[in-house]
């Protein structure tokens, strides 16, 4: 017998234990289930007649206590449980995918399997498989064969790696293994990167690379900063990493509703929302910034979503003006002008007045002002407010009982019913106790909206506040231009942002005191200002922040966004670490886009060959349909099973929905609301930011339409969606950013 036919004999039969091992467990599971299921019930029914014996309410309440504590432990055990029945289930199909035999030093050699959650016999503590994050198993990610190490809970382990090996295991059998002497081998991740997409994001843990892994099971750093190139996989190692440090909470406390995902729309939110499920974690609560304005603002302001400052961007004839004014409105200078309007507003725009109480003053307005600014223990402008407002009932409190005195007095005297005396002596001390409310609402409110608007309207107190600030030489010019925009009820998302600072900065918060991890996603979207929200919004957290400078639409591509949010979050310990390895689309795929990035960064790219990406002239508009139609269909036909049409603004979307739907089973993505499904879609390319397709067609790629050097960005964005095939179709002349991509030369293989 040769020698692989010997392992594959002894890998079968090894299966076949760890197989019969969860089958065991499975029906274990199962009778134990079912036996505290009736247990379960049993507590609530014995609490319900118990309970009812009991006609003293103390006693009653400590025989309750008793069964309510039984039946938290009861349910967390059922909880758990099924839980474990349920991992047990989904991995009888494929109980581990990788094994390396690791001899630690002065030890045995022993085999060590690893697979998506632990299999281990409680019996005799014999682990058949490990989960992927346990420390042990990051040998089998990072090391090749020779000298080996892990950090272990009590200490880095060191020890050499004999033999990696990879399984094909499907449905229970196993179909073949082959050894390796590298991290994992490009076979699977070849095979995994050739299939098609799907709707939802899917799990990459049987192929994660060494340097995804090393990005996945940092602990050290407060703020992890991963710059990748489009398609390096910064997305699913942000959603890896948070399964990572679930697996911990034994040791670190954390759950899952502890941890937070700025997304940058809904769509993004949805289309990731599965991996955490697959990996067999609760899902983690994703928001977008708009979100977190909704939670503070309620109905009261309206913010526009991101989605429509892209396609105002995009459309605006004067578009350099608008991205000049959001980078003004985002950048550390604004901060540091809302920062003084805070202290202006803070200094002058509270108008303390005297207070009475019929008549008596009860405090006058400059020792209210005294206390007010005497904030030793750096309280917020509202909260001191709010602790005005305490004081002030407090000390009215003996006055109303001196007036009820004296009014009472009175009613008697007026010869009422005594029946009726309470009642108008109430209502004579409310009046009162309402003036009161009446002198301190003319200061104890601050409006946010018009403290922010004072900016755009006064120009004396814009320039007070400017001074000495390195901004733009017409900013005030600026904020009157958008002045017009501003409108409680859709206000523009730049501004949006500065109001939500402002809030936070005068009334303080506490609303996310909970969250220790965050991860922050398309990190490139944002400017200055929404690091400083973030720095507002937790405290004492890590973050995790990952993003591509390239992939920006309303700016020019900068790292200085990462040396920022350093500055900004301030954390104790930062890491910046770039990935430039592409993982999503074919070499050929890979090649144009590479062409396309602005920055000039090596970049290397996964070698799977596939056609390269079509230009096709159209010869007017009925052509270009035509031959979008035929694009589609033919992507259709070789087996693509999501496909987009990529358009560069919503206008657009819908001109050419209209004229391609009778031809295509089309469905449009041109909100936030939309539900990602396979098929074909067509939306504007700054919706496809994060997603991809099977195949991508670029609607009218022509030199017209895609000129500016920001174009450029977009079909970057546009051309890193596809996995397997690309194409431009086009009406005139081509982009000439396309042209000279196509130019250029080749780039890196891995
Ligand atoms: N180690 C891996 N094994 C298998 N597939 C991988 C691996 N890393 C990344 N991929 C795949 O590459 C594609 C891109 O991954 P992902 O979306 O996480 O990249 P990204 O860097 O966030 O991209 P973008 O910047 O475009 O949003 C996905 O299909 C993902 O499954």
Redesign the pocket.
């Known amino acids: 017998m040769s020698e692989y036919k010997t392992a594959l004999e002894e890998e079968k039969k090894y299966l076949e234990r760890v197989t019969e091992f969860l089958e065991e467990q499975i029906q274990g599971c199962g009778i134990d289930i079912k036996g505290q299921r009736k247990n379960l019930v049993d507590i609530r029914r014995e609490m319900y007649t118990e309970g009812s014996r009991y006609t003293d309410e103390m006693d009653r309440m400590a025989e309750l206590n008793q069964y309510i504590t039984m039946e938290a432990v009861e349910s967390s055990q059922y909880k758990h449980k099924l839980e474990t029945l349920k991992k047990y289930e989904k991995m009888i199909d494929k109980p581990y995918f990788g094994r390396f035999d690791f001899a630690e030093e002065g030890e045995e050699k022993e085999s060590i399997y690893v697979g998506y959650h632990n299999i281990m016999n409680d019996d005799t503590y014999e682990v058949l498989a490990y989960d992927w994050r346990a420390p042990i198993a990051s040998v089998f990610y990072r090391s090749e064969l020779g000298p080996a190490k892990y950090i272990a809970p009590y200490g880095e382990i060191e020890g050499e790696v004999s033999l990696k090996r990879q399984y094909e295991i499907k449905k229970g059998e196993l179909e073949y293994f082959f050894d390796c002497s590298l991290t994992i081998t490009d076979e699977l ?1 070849q095979q ?2 050739g299939k098609n ?1 799907s709707s939802k ?2 799990n ?1 843990v049987e ?3 060494k340097e ?1 892994d090393q990005i996945i099971r940092d602990r050290e750093n407060d703020l992890l900063i991963v710059q ?1 190139v ?8 942000a959603m890896h990493r948070v399964a990572f440090l679930l697996y911990d909470r034994l040791e670190s406390g954390l759950t899952h509703n502890q941890i937070m995902i700025l997304s940058p729309n809904h769509l993004f939110g949805e289309y990731i929302s599965n991996v955490l499920p697959e990996l067999g974690e609760e899902d983690v609560a994703h928001f977008t910034v708009e979100d977190i304005f909704e939670k503070y603002f309620g109905n009261h302001l309206r913010i526009r979503n991101r989605n429509s400052q892209m396609e105002y961007i995009i459309g605006s004839k004067h578009r350099q003006k608008v991205r000049e004014t959001i980078a003004f409105k985002g950048s550390k200078a604004y901060i540091e002008l809302l920062d003084r309007l805070v202290d202006y507003c803070e200094t002058h725009m509270i108008k303390f007045t005297d207070i009475y109480y019929d008549k008596e003053i009860v405090v006058d307005k400059d020792t209210l002002k005294k206390d007010f600014l005497d904030n030793a223990i750096n309280m917020s402008i509202v909260k001191r407010l709010n602790r005005i407002e305490r004081i002030i009932l407090e000390k009215i409190k003996p006055l109303e009982k001196e007036k009820r005195k004296e009014v009472l007095e009175e009613i008697e005297a007026s010869g009422a019913y005594a029946f009726e005396e309470e009642r108008r002596c109430k209502e004579v001390l409310n009046e009162f106790r309402q003036e009161v409310f009446n002198q301190l609402n003319r200061f104890i409110r601050v409006n946010i909206f018009f403290v922010y608007k004072r900016m755009f309207t006064d120009e004396k107190l814009f320039n007070q506040l400017a001074k000495g600030l390195d901004m733009p030489y017409n900013a005030f010019q600026m904020m009157r231009y958008s002045l017009r925009a501003l409108r409680p009820e859709c206000i523009p998302y730049e501004d949006g942002v500065a109001l939500l600072y402002l809030k936070l900065k005068i009334e303080g918060t506490n609303l996310y005191q909970g969250i220790r991890q965050v991860v922050i996603d398309e990190a490139q979207d944002y400017y200055p200002i929404h690091y400083k929200v973030f720095g507002e919004l937790f405290k004492g957290v890590q973050y995790t922040v990952l993003g ?1 400078v390239c ?1 920006t639409i309303e700016k020019e591509a900068s790292h200085t966004i990462y040396d920022d949010a350093i500055e900004l979050l301030n954390p104790k310990r930062a890491l910046k670490l770039e990935l430039n390895k592409s ?2 689309s074919s070499y050929e795929i890979n090649q144009l886009a590479m062409n396309l990035r602005e920055d000039q960064k090596a970049c290397i790219a996964i070698e799977r060959h596939e056609e390269a990406p079509l230009m096709q002239k159209a010869n007017n508009e009925e052509d270009l349909n035509e031959k979008i139609v035929n694009q589609v269909k033919a992507y259709k036909a070789a087996g693509l099973e999501s496909i987009a049409i990529l358009c560069k603004t919503k206008g657009e979307v819908h001109e050419a929905y209209e004229a391609l739907k009778d031809q295509l089973e089309l469905s449009i993505l041109s909100s936030d609301d939309t539900i990602l499904e396979k098929g074909i879609l067509i939306m504007p390319i700054y919706m496809a930011k ?1 997603l ?1 397709y099977d195949g991508v067609v670029v609607y009218d790629a022509n030199a017209e339409r895609y000129k500016e050097a920001f174009d450029k960005q977009l079909l970057y964005i546009a051309t ?1 969606r596809a996995l397997h095939r690309l194409s431009f179709i086009y009406k005139g002349q081509i982009s000439p950013f396309l042209e000279e991509a196509i130019k250029k030369g080749s780039i890196d293989k891995a």
């Open positions: 991740l995994a990167l997409t994001m899917k990459i192929t994660i690379q995804q990748g489009a398609g390096s996989g910064k997305t699913s190692i591509d992939q993982y999503r994060g991809e890193t």
